[in-house]
């Protein structure tokens, strides 16, 4: 697991803090497999979006901790 305190995608540090889940995934671990998953960038910036929608509906993160996340996603290469 990335146990580093906050996620960063491609080098980039969005300063959300990289919450541990129940099942021992943390976020960053979550994004890493969007990242292993995808077919191409669209679709790993798209499955981003998927899991920041979730954590703000869950209460986990805030719209502008999103909008970080989704931000380094969609500027990783």
């Known amino acids: 697991s990335d146990l580093g305190p906050t996620i960063v995608i491609g080098g980039i540090d969005t300063g959300v803090p990289n919450t541990l ?10 994004i890493a497999l969007e990242k292993a998953g995808a077919l191409n960038h669209g679709g790993f910036v798209s499955g981003v979006a998927h899991l920041t929608n979730d954590w703000v509906a869950m209460g986990l993160i805030s719209g502008a901790q ?7 996603a969609a500027r990783y290469k």
């Open 21 to 30: 889940f129940p099942g021992g995934c943390t976020s960053s671990d979550l």
């Open 66 to 72: 999103k909008g970080a996340v989704q931000s380094a």
